[in-house]
């Protein structure tokens, strides 16, 4: 007998959510499988954090529906809650308690027991590199461990669906590169995780599928590469060993001449189809190319397309 394949993480259509006057999400749809990355990008105020709100049942949407793991959203709220697991912008630890004291109380609200609360505690406090910090106050922690200590308390429960919501804000590039790896060790053991960012190079790193949010509706969906081939500006780069070579390349494959450098730039999506085509006509030219490269738009081209401006942050991010 054929095994049913397991329910998708997320299935929502038609989410709506406004405020007074002002439309936030204007009918979404969302389909995430289970044991993947998918990552919501946006502009400020685009809707991201109110998405994230009402598929963890803090907030009520308007209208649409939406099954979390299996269970209805409107329907079974607390079995949704029991599933999941979040992790907000901001770090939301004690910071008067100790890190070991944090988790044990977060062990306390889904009431592990005593023994399996500490159990569990040492794991995560081992798991996260905070053993030697443990009985420290978390005021004492560092950015990147008070958000490591977040994310450890928030798997106290072992939710099998995790949001993280901008998880990574404010972060060194080196507290940001830990928690991509902490990301992917989870999806590793079979957690789904909806992350919310404005650092393109991090979604661009991590997430299996994207989906652009923009005044409350998502314009793309699709992997990173997927995206990026939508948008003009790719192409292949080609350079030759002497000046006949690229002669001969310019009049059949035409593009734009770099004399200097001896080489062409042929407009291309970056697809596999389009660069064997390119190949195939200089093999029957017989013409003899040096050296090839693929460049195509990167996330930050495909949002300015989409949403009409760069990410603010990816730019500050790229600058520090």
Do not use: C
């Given at each position: 007998?054929?095994p049913?394949p397991?329910?998708?993480?997320?299935?929502?259509?038609?989410?709506?959510?406004?405020f007074g006057?002002h439309v936030?999400l204007?009918?979404?749809?969302?389909?995430?499988?289970?044991?993947?990355?998918?990552?919501?990008?946006?502009?400020?105020?685009?809707?991201?954090?109110?998405?994230?709100?009402?598929?963890?049942?803090?907030?009520?949407?308007?209208?649409?529906?939406?099954?979390?793991l299996?269970?209805?959203?409107?329907?079974?709220?607390?079995?949704?809650?029991?599933?999941?697991?979040?992790t907000?912008?901001?770090?939301?630890?004690?910071g008067?308690?100790?890190g070991?004291?944090?988790l044990?109380?977060?062990?306390?609200?889904h009431?592990?027991?005593?023994r399996?609360?500490?159990?569990?505690?040492?794991?995560?406090?081992?798991?996260?590199?905070l053993?030697?910090?443990?009985?420290?106050?978390?005021?004492?922690?560092?950015?990147?461990?008070?958000?490591?200590?977040?994310?450890?308390?928030?798997?106290m429960?072992?939710?099998?669906?995790?949001?993280?919501?901008?998880?990574?804000?404010?972060?060194?590039?080196?507290?940001?590169?830990?928690?991509?790896?902490?990301t992917?060790?989870?999806?590793?053991?079979?957690?789904?995780?909806?992350?919310?960012?404005?650092?393109?190079?991090?979604?661009?790193?991590?997430?299996?599928?994207i989906?652009?949010?923009?005044h409350?509706?998502?314009?793309?969906?699709?992997?990173?590469?997927e995206?990026?081939?939508?948008?003009?500006?790719?192409?292949?780069?080609?350079?030759?060993?002497?000046?006949?070579?690229?002669?001969?390349?310019?009049?059949?494959?035409?593009?734009?001449?770099?004399?200097?450098?001896?080489?062409?730039?042929?407009?291309?999506?970056?697809?596999?189809?389009?660069?064997?085509a390119?190949?195939?006509r200089?093999?029957?030219?017989?013409?003899?190319?040096?050296?090839?490269?693929?460049?195509?738009?990167d996330?930050?081209?495909?949002?300015?397309?989409?949403?009409?401006h760069?990410?603010?942050?990816?730019?500050?991010?790229?600058?520090?």
């Amino acid at each position: 007998m054929t095994p049913h394949p397991p329910p998708a993480a997320i299935t929502a259509t038609g989410l709506r959510k406004t405020f007074g006057d002002h439309v936030v999400l204007d009918g979404i749809d969302l389909d995430v499988p289970t044991g993947t990355i998918f990552s919501l990008l946006g502009p400020n105020g685009a809707g991201k954090t109110t998405v994230v709100k009402i598929l963890s049942t803090l907030t009520a949407a308007d209208g649409g529906r939406a099954r979390i793991l299996g269970h209805d959203l409107a329907a079974e709220p607390d079995a949704v809650r029991a599933a999941i697991g979040v992790t907000g912008q901001y770090a939301a630890v004690d910071g008067l308690l100790t890190g070991e004291e944090n988790l044990m109380l977060m062990g306390n609200l889904h009431r592990l027991g005593r023994r399996r609360a500490r159990r569990r505690t040492a794991d995560l406090l081992e798991r996260f590199d905070l053993v030697d910090a443990a009985g420290k106050p978390a005021s004492t922690y560092s950015g990147g461990m008070r958000r490591r200590l977040d994310l450890a308390m928030t798997l106290m429960g072992d939710p099998r669906l995790i949001f993280l919501d901008e998880p990574t804000t404010g972060l060194d590039p080196r507290s940001r590169r830990g928690m991509w790896d902490i990301t992917r060790e989870l999806v590793a053991d079979g957690v789904t995780v909806f992350l919310t960012t404005q650092y393109l190079e991090e979604a661009d790193r991590l997430a299996d599928r994207i989906a652009v949010l923009d005044h409350g509706s998502i314009v793309a969906q699709g992997t990173a590469d997927e995206l990026k081939r939508r948008i003009p500006g790719g192409h292949i780069r080609l350079r030759f060993a002497a000046a006949h070579a690229l002669d001969a390349a310019s009049r059949t494959l035409g593009g734009a001449r770099d004399d200097a450098a001896l080489a062409l730039q042929v407009p291309s999506d970056g697809g596999v189809e389009s660069l064997r085509a390119l190949l195939d006509r200089a093999d029957a030219a017989s013409i003899e190319i040096e050296e090839l490269s693929v460049h195509t738009p990167d996330l930050d081209d495909v949002f300015l397309a989409l949403t009409g401006h760069s990410s603010t942050a990816d730019n500050e991010a790229k600058a520090a």
